[in-house]
């Protein structure tokens, strides 16, 4: 390898990578200076020019001029007769300076040096990528799939930088192939294995609140704050906005008119359904405002244990209750407050049974159970999914599918 190989080797780091001009020659000197001290064990009489511009460099090495008998280093010191060579008209004590080629280093160190310097050059860029994205945290990037495998997609950026979009950070319904363009929020970034590591995510909610600021100027703006986000990605979410200024209606400037903003909002998110709602420090009025599109009776809340017990009528209460138990899932993380849905007294549907009617079928404890959260009458129980009354009961799955069938003979 010759002083022309070594050329193209940092002209090329140069051209294609991400490397500032000072931190670029800093760690070419540094590379040459540590080449330096192997061979003569110091670098401090050496001059090294480098020319980033044309990719070029030379190493001067400065030497004093002494009598041909007194040479004790001659890598500081040059014989009078040596120096006399270069110019006739050198004296003792002058300093000479001459260049020094890279073949003199031989093979092996010049190996070695392009191999330092390949690996600090690709240290840097590691460097550079985590810094840039380390700072980039909570922003919408959008990349490039590169690849896709089981449980994650490798994308990359404009610059050919390296993400990761984990499958448990995909809305279900996602589905990408090599060449889509994808956005995704940055919700993480560490070094592993002294590799950066920059993790993607769809279904945070920090995604959500990036698109309505996009979407939305007066969000951008300052002018309308998004108090709080919850969602279940791919299925539904509810977004909490407040507006400081009266003129400004928070709700209809966040869907636009005939809902042209958060439409877009919505494709992107694979039709999940957003609700926005007005934010208010009156917690019954939220807790209201939250269980939307159902309408409430009455409110009791227990402030203590942070409950609340919501009354509507029988036709009202699937809609408070949501597909799966998803809308009174969501309120209850908006507000803060878990919500038990009652029917109001004296309004039971004809069509519905009480509970109390089955107890010849199915035991007064498991009655009692369905009772604590707010199922009281056959229909109520039928609203919510299997998965929806495990969690939010003691009983288990076995028990409740019985409890189904007996319900649903009923209306058959």
């Given amino acids: ?35 330096l001290l192997k061979k003569f064990g110091t670098d401090e009489n050496f ?10 460099f030379e190493i001067w090495r ?34 000479v300076t001459d260049e020094v080629k890279l073949d003199d280093f031989g093979r092996r160190a010049i190996l070695s040096l392009r191999q330092n310097l390949t690996s600090r050059i690709l240290d840097l860029e590691k460097n550079n990528v985590y810094g840039k994205y380390k700072d980039r945290i909570g922003e919408i990037i959008t990349g490039e799939v590169y690849q896709v495998w089981k ?5 990359l950026d404009d610059e050919g930088n390296e993400l990761i979009l984990p499958k448990s950070e995909q809305i279900p319904s996602d589905y990408f192939r090599k060449g889509d363009t994808i956005r995704a929020v940055v919700i993480k970034v560490e070094m592993r294995n002294n590799n950066p590591l920059i993790v993607l995510s769809r279904t945070s909610p920090v ?8 979407e939305v100027p007066e969000i951008f703006d300052g002018l309308i704050t998004i108090k709080k986000i919850v969602r279940i990605p791919g299925e539904r ?9 009266e003129r400004i209606d928070p709700v209809g400037a966040c869907v636009g008119m005939k809902g042209s903003r958060i439409h877009g909002i919505v494709r992107e ?28 009776s009455s409110i009791k809340i227990k402030e203590e244990e942070k409950k609340a017990e919501v009354y509507l009528k029988p036709n009202e209460v699937s809609l408070a209750i949501g597909k799966g138990g998803l809308n009174i899932r969501l309120a209850s993380q908006l507000t803060g407050y878990e919500i038990d849905v009652y029917r109001e007294a004296g309004t039971e549907d004809e069509e519905d ?14 009655i009692d159970e369905l009772k604590a959260i707010g199922c009281d009458t056959a229909k109520s129980v039928l609203d919510l999914s299997i998965e929806d009354l495990v969690k939010r009961t003691d009983l288990e799955e076995e028990t409740i599918r019985e409890v189904i069938e007996i319900l649903r003979a009923e209306f058959e």
């Fill in 62 to 95: 400065n030497r004093e001029v002494v009598n041909d008998n007194e040479i004790e280093d001659p890598n500081i010191q040059i014989s009078l007769s040596e120096a006399k060579k270069i110019d006739a008209e050198y004296e003792v004590g002058e300093e």
């Fill in 1 to 35: 390898m010759d002083h022309s190989s070594m050329i193209d080797t940092f002209s090329e780091f140069k051209e294609l990578k991400n490397i500032d001009r000072a931190t670029m020659m800093s760690v070419l000197e540094d590379v040459f200076r540590g080449m």
């Fill in 207 to 214: 995604f959500l609140e990036r698109l309505f600021e996009l």
């Fill in 237 to 245: 979410a509810k977004v909490a906005v407040e507006s400081y200024d």
């Fill in 353 to 366: 049974v009480n509970l109390e009617e089955f107890a010849d079928e199915i035991e007064g404890w498991v």
């Fill in 47 to 56: 001059d090294i020019i480098i020319n980033i511009d044309k990719g070029d």
């Fill in 269 to 296: 998110l694979k039709n999940e359904n957003i609700d926005v709602i007005n934010f208010t420090n009156n917690n019954q009025l939220f807790i209201q405002r939250a269980l939307s599109p159902a309408k409430i």
């Fill in 151 to 155: 449980r994650e997609i490798l994308v």
